[in-house]
C-alpha cells in the first residue's frame, strides 16, 4: 500500500492513531491487564472505529494489541499496522523492539502501510545504528510494495531543561537524515510556526503534525500552525479522548448506550472539526 491510500481527496492526511490505546486506556482510568478491563476497552475502541474512521483517511492500529477493530474500519479508510513493541516505559536511547510475531510481510499481506516509532536524537551514540536500522526497514518495505509512516520522536539527551532552539534544531537535523528513508514523517509541534516553515522547507518528504499527550483545545491551536506552515495534515488520538467528561462517561464497564452516543457524537464531532482544520489551507487553494 501507498500513501495514496492514507490520504484523502484534496491530498491531506487525517490519520486516527490507535496505536496509541494505552493512553486511551488511562484517560479512562483502565487496567490493560485486567480481563474486564480488556474487553470494555476492546468494546470502546471497536465503537471507535465503527463511528470514527469514516469520517478520517487512515487509522493506525497495533496488531499486539486488538487486530479484531479492523473488521470495524470503514471500507474506503486507509490502514497503517505499527512496527514497534509497546511497553510501559520507554528508554529513548535504547534501539527500537520490534513487534513479536508481526513483520513488514504481514503488513503487506494485510493491505497497509507500516509505521515506526523512533526516538532519535542526532548526537546520540546509537545515532549511526538507528539510522542505519530504518534504513533497512525502508528498503524491505519498498521490497513489498509498502511506504513507510516514520513516527520521529526528538528528545533531549541531557538532564538540563531543553533550550526550545536546540531542541529545534536537533528535530531539523533528524528530519533531514531520515528525508530518504522514510516516505512521510510524523513530527512534534516544538511550538514555533518558524520551525514548522523551516522543516517544510528543508526536507522533501511530506510531514504531519504528531500529537501526543495533549488536550483537544491545545491540539487544534497547534494544528492550524502546522497546516498554516505547511504540514499535510495530522496524527493524532490522545486529544480526542482526553479529558474528565471523556473518562467519566467511558470509564463505566457497563456497555450502555450513552458509551456509543457519546463516541458518536462529541468524539466524533472532534475528529470532523480537526479534518476541516487539516483541509484548510488545501481549500483555500482550490
Known sequence: MKLANIKNSLGNFALLDFSRIATLAQAIGLDIDHLEHQEHLSFISGKMMQYLSPEVSGVVVDPDFDFSIISKKANGTGLLLSLEKKSDATDPFSMPRMADSWGIE??????ALAKLELYYHPQEPEAMRKKQFVAEVHDYCK???IDLLLELMVYHPSSEPPVAEVLFEAQLQ?????????DILALEYLGSSLSAVTITAEIDTPWIYNARE???????????ACIDSGARGFMAGDPFWAGAQTSQILSNLNHGPEHEEYIKTEIRDKVIEAVRIANEQTTAVV
Open 174 to 182: 533528524a528530519a533531514r537524515e531520515f528525508t530518504n528513508t522514510s
Open 214 to 224: 495533549i488536550g483537544y483545545e491545545e491540539f487544534k491551536q497547534n494544528l492550524r
Open 143 to 145: 521490497y513489498e510494495g
Open 106 to 111: 504481514h503488513i503487506s499481506n494485510n493491505y
